[in-house]
């Protein structure tokens, strides 16, 4: 059986599943039931500095998008860190982790951006025997309104200098958490590393409005009338968390930074897509408030249960392993020729793909042969460009079906190439004739 | 405590029972149910289930609609097609019409429920009182429908829109047609051919006339006399003979009969009913009668057909209907004739296997005796041109061209009564309808100066 047991920065966990500073993980109660269900560690929920802790509106605090069948999408929160006492909170986390020493426990904090701040609150954190800390760089509302949280994450200097704050006054690992609410996920990843950041974490949840109240006119969640911006997660922001990870793994100056995927991550597969693209573990947060703590299950069996089938037998088998393959779209093969073809034995004959090809893009599905409804591929006509796969309601129905080389493209009239040919090349590329010239 | 006496008695199962009985077939979709429902439908291009349905009703839109929220806008969807959505959305034999074109079937064997939701639709319109439609100006023309159906409602609504005065005379003393006398209980339930019928006319400008029959108060010729068009939406008003010896026997009537009895009374448990009770025939009267007698409490009910399963009228859906509510469906036997006890009353019915020889249904010479108190004849309803013998007929039946007009000059007809009518709801609405606009045009185009007259 494959061995899943997850070493991030030092930190063990029986498995690389991780809930993430959230609700989940706000209280020993929780945590311990998270424990019980398999969870391999916590992020507790973020602590904030000594004193009358923060608090939370006392009306809706999420939103939710659906798709079919009222399945839960994407969430949006108004809440703020823990709005319990920081003491109960240290203690309840010395007491987890006592009852708990083989999963991690990862103390989230976010404390005024003052070198004195973070200097008090380290050495509590860190009595805690807590296995490391996550600096929240980013809620995106509330916290960030009084300089803290996403207004901290947006400005790479202040990353960087707090990292430095958190690596000199504690020995635990620390890993930064990032807000994707900026334009390049690379900056504030490579600020963090120049703090000397253990690892970054990442995404954040993403400024939004979930959607509008039509009869109040009103943001949701709406409070007494009005409704803020929240973060936004849950499975849509999958696609912008991927890339993001994606980004930093392969750039140079953050290439080989240890990271912890977050974003949606609802099933075994999103995990793994993560960890193939980079990262070290995940961290999992709307996927529990779904569905509660069980889905753990069903996640620690698929990912060992996939690697078993391809023969992958520990997590660094596959960490990273899609990396290389993610790359600029200059240099994408553009001699690389695919069409679609449709299996007539599984189309349902809804029409979908031919209405959309047809009205949107290439004209390139028939509805009707010989006076017959029918669904074909007219590839004098088709650009490959996958549309109709994804609008196909039937599993594998349609696939895209790569031309071998030395073929003839009926659509170009040309022979497929055998040869690697990418657009810096490319005779339409205004660059790359500057370049021959 | 119901009554297990021989006869056709009343009460064989307690009155709540009965009551109980006859309540709604399907449940309404809750709103929730809806939902989810509607999301099963893929929104198909050009799709099938709206080539399938008779009055070619846009189902992706309607089903969209609701998905959304917009209950109201789904049922003007349905409501621009099919006035008579509501009643359509309880009886049409949806397993052969639209769901039985759904795209979910090849991939699941399961279609998208369209049926439920055009009920949800139009329910929610018309618990609301919402009318979609304002009538046009007023045109001056006035058109006699003849038959308040659904060929003769559909072709009314559709006439009042266009701003014509409209006239319904109908022989029965309610309105609806078979909507009213015909359809199962179980289909219709809360009187909802009554409601749908003051739903449809409340856009003004019809004028039904009940008691009024053609051929008896009525005559044609006045009708096109006194009016611009005369459309005749008048079903079929008799019914086949069984041609078996005693069928004058007391115990032997007419399914539709029972049936419209059943339907008229407000408490179902005063209706009496066999102990022993065989149907004739094997269409969807044959099946409608058999299950209704069988809630009553008959204790056996046997329906039979003279063909095989597979040439039964009746769609598998209702046959396996008739056959879990209790109901034998025998194949291959027809009526020889009527055995009477003592007093004159049904005793039984004597039947003669068939075969089929040569490609001809014929008997085999073998014989059986059903007991039975009660005998329904289902074998089919016939038209009566009674007043209307200056029309082509065609196998009994008015020929109409495919705007529904017939051999004589501004006369249109539709539904079951003319010759490729389908006996269905939804064809006799989608032939009103049809006829309606193929009337207006006619109309307007007598109307209209020419061009030259105005140059
Ligand atoms: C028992 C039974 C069950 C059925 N169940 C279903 C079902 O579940 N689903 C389905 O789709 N179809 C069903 N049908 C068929 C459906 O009811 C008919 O196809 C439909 O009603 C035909 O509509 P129509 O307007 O043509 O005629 P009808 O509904 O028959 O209406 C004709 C009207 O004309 C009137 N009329 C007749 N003669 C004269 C005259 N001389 N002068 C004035 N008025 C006259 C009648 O009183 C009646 O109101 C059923 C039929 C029967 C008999
Ligand atoms: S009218 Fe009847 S056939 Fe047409 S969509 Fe509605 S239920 Fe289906």
New interface residues.
């Given amino acids: 059986m494959a061995d899943i047991r997850n070493n991030f920065v030092g930190i063990k966990s029986p498995n690389p599943f991780w809930l993430a500073s959230a609700p989940p993980t706000d209280k020993a109660y929780n945590v311990e039931r998270a424990f019980k269900a398999g969870w391999g560690g916590v992020v507790w929920k973020t602590l904030g500095e000594e004193g009358p802790p923060v608090v939370n509106v006392n009306g809706p605090r999420y939103g939710a998008i659906w798709g ?3 399945r839960l999408l994407g969430l949006n929160n108004i809440e703020l860190i823990t709005d319990r006492d920081l003491q109960t909170n240290l203690r309840e986390m010395k007491q987890v982790k006592m009852n708990w020493p083989d999963r991690a426990l990862i103390a989230s904090i976010m404390v005024p951006c003052v070198e004195e701040s973070w200097k008090a609150i380290l050495p509590l954190v860190e009595e805690t025997g807590a296995d490391g800390i996550e600096l929240n760089f980013g809620c995106p509302h509330g916290m960030s309104e009084r300089g803290m949280g996403s207004a901290v994450g947006q400005v790479p200097e202040y990353i960087e200098m707090v990292v430095r704050w958190c690596k000199q006054y504690t020995r635990m690992p620390v890993i930064t958490k990032l807000t994707p609410n900026i334009t390049d996920i690379r900056q504030p990843a490579r600020a963090a590393k120049r703090g000397g950041t253990d690892a970054v974490s990442l995404i954040n949840t993403i400024n939004s409005i979930v959607s509008v109240d039509l009869d109040n006119f009103a943001p949701n969640p709406t409070v007494g009338g009005k409704g803020s911006h929240g973060g936004y997660c849950g499975p849509a922001v999958k696609p912008i968390a991927l890339n993001m990870v994606a980004e930093i793994a392969r750039d140079a100056e953050t290439a080989g930074l240890p990271i912890s995927g977050i974003g949606g991550v609802t099933t075994w597969r999103d995990a793994a897509e993560f960890l193939v693209l980079g990262a070290g573990n995940v961290q999992v947060c709307t996927a529990a408030m779904t569905y509660g703590f069980k889905i753990v299950e069903e996640m620690i069996t698929g990912l060992s249960d996939w690697m078993d089938e391809k023969g992958h037998r520990t997590l660094d088998d596959i960490t990273g392993r899609a990396v290389p393959n993610v790359t600029d779209w200059q240099y994408l093969n553009l001699n690389y020729i695919a069409k679609a073809r449709i299996d007539q034995d599984l189309c ?5 793909c ?2 959309a090809c047809e009205d949107t893009s290439h004209q390139a599905i028939t ?1 009707m042969v010989d006076g017959v ?1 029918h669904f074909q591929v007219m590839e004098d006509e088709c650009v490959g460009c996958n549309l109709c796969v994804n609008v196909c ?2 599993d594998n129905c349609i696939s895209m079906v790569a031309l071998e080389p030395g073929t003839l493209d009926e659509r170009t009239g040309k022979i497929v190439d055998p040869t690697y040919a990418n657009w810096t090349t490319h005779p339409n590329n205004p660059m790359a004739r500057q370049a021959a010239e | 405590m119901g009554t297990s006496d021989t006869g056709i008695v009343a009460g064989r199962l307690p009155p709540a029972e009965i009551e109980a009985n006859f309540t709604d077939l399907h449940a309404p979709l809750t709103r929730h149910e809806a ?2 429902a509607s ?2 439908c ?7 289930c709206m080539t399938a349905c008779p009055t070619a009703i846009d189902i992706p839109l309607f089903i969209r609609q609701i998905s959304t929220g917009n209950a109201m806008g789904a049922a003007k969807t349905i409501f621009d097609q099919n006035i008579l959505g509501g009643m359509c959305a309880r009886v049409c034999p949806t397993e052969t019409l639209c769901e039985q074109a759904c ?2 079937n ?2 699941e064997e399961r279609p998208v429920e369209i049926g439920r939701l055009q009920r949800f639709a139009t329910d929610t319109a018309m618990q609301a009182n919402r009318q979609f439609y304002r009538r046009a100006a007023p045109t001056g023309k006035s058109i006699a429908v003849v038959g308040a159906g659904p060929a003769g409602l559909a072709c009314a609504h559709r006439l009042a829109m266009k701003g014509h005065e409209v006239i319904v005379y109908d022989a029965r003393e309610k309105a609806g047609g078979l909507n009213e006398y015909g359809i199962a209980t179980y289909k219709a339930v809360d009187d909802f051919a009554a409601r749908e019928v003051d739903y449809v006319t409340a856009i003004g400008g019809i004028d039904i006339r009940n008691r009024q029959m053609l051929g008896r108060d009525i005559k044609l010729a006045d009708l096109t006399a006194r009016h611009d068009a005369v459309f005749l939406g008048v079903g079929l008003a008799g019914v086949n003979a069984l041609s078996a010896e005693g069928e004058a026997a007391e115990g032997v009537e007419d399914a539709v009969d029972f049936i419209a009895r059943l339907r008229q009374s407000p408490t179902k448990a005063d209706i009496a009913v066999g102990r022993r009770v065989v149907v004739i025939g094997g269409g969807m009267t044959a099946v409608d009668a058999a299950v209704q007698a069988k809630l009553l409490g008959a204790e056996e009910v046997t329906i039979c057909y003279r063909r095989g399963k597979e040439n039964m009228n009746a769609s598998e859906f209702e046959q396996d209907l008739a056959a879990a509510k209790g109901v034998t469906i025998r194949h291959w036997l027809q009526p020889l004739s009527i055995v009477t006890g003592e007093s004159g009353t049904v005793a039984g019915i004597e039947m003669a296997y068939t075969q089929i020889v040569d490609g001809r249904l014929t008997t085999t010479g073998e014989t059986t005796v059903i007991a039975a108190d009660q005998v329904l004849k289902a074998i089919g309803q016939t038209f009566e041109p009674v007043g209307l013998d200056v029309l082509t007929l065609e196998r009994g039946r008015i020929v109409a061209d495919a705007e529904g007009r017939t051999s004589l000059e501004g006369v249109w007809a539709g539904g079951d009564c003319v010759a490729d009518g389908e006996d269905l709801t939804v064809s006799a609405v989608a032939q009103g309808r049809d006829a309606a606009e193929s009337i207006h045009r006619t109309l307007m185009a007598t109307a209209a100066p020419a061009i030259d007259a105005v140059a």
């Fill in positions: 079919a069948d009222r349902i004959q809804c029409g979908r031919h209405i509805s409804r309601p039937v | 939902l989810v999301d099963r893929y929104f198909c291009y050009d799709a099938p795209v979910r090849t991939a």
